[in-house]
Nanobody, 126 residues
C-alpha cells in the first residue's frame, strides 16, 4: 500500500520561508510524478507544483512562481516544496500527491494523481 506523509508545516510570518517534505513508502518512488496541491479555507483545491519522475522537468502555478520550488530525492523517496517569501494568501493545507505517469504538463489537476497524503497546515500571519 502506497503511503505519503507530509511534514514541515507551521505558523510563520509574512516573508518567512518553510520547507515541506513528503516521504513516500510502499511503492517505487522513481516511477511517480510528484505534485503539491493546497486547499485554503473556503476555497477549492489548487495546484501548486509538479515534478517529473527524473526530476528534470517541473511546473508550478503562476501564483507561486519565483517563490516556491519543488524538488525530489529519489534515493530518499522524498519530494520537497521550498516556500520563500510567504504571503498570507499562501495559508492552506498542503497535500503531496503521486501519479503513475510521464511528464508534468498534464499533471495539474487532482484527477491525474493516484495517491495522496493527509496534508500539512501552513499558516502565514500578516
Amino acid at each position: 500500500q502506497v503511503q505519503l506523509l507530509e511534514s514541515g508545516g507551521g505558523l510563520v510570518q509574512t516573508g518567512d520561508s518553510l520547507k515541506l517534505s513528503c516521504v513516500v513508502s510502499g511503492g517505487t518512488f522513481s516511477l511517480y510524478v510528484m505534485g503539491w496541491f493546497r486547499r485554503a479555507p473556503g476555497k477549492e483545491s489548487e495546484f501548486v507544483a509538479a515534478m517529473s519522475r527524473s526530476g528534470n522537468t517541473m511546473r508550478s502555478a503562476d501564483s507561486v512562481q519565483g517563490r516556491f520550488t519543488i524538488s525530489r530525492d529519489n534515493a530518499k523517496n522524498t519530494v520537497y516544496l521550498q516556500m520563500n517569501s510567504l504571503k498570507p494568501e499562501d495559508t492552506a493545507v498542503y497535500y503531496c500527491a503521486a501519479a503513475l505517469g510521464l511528464g508534468v504538463a498534464s499533471h495539474v489537476t487532482r484527477d491525474k494523481y493516484d495517491y495522496w497524503g493527509q496534508g500539512t497546515q501552513v499558516i502565514v500571519s500578516s
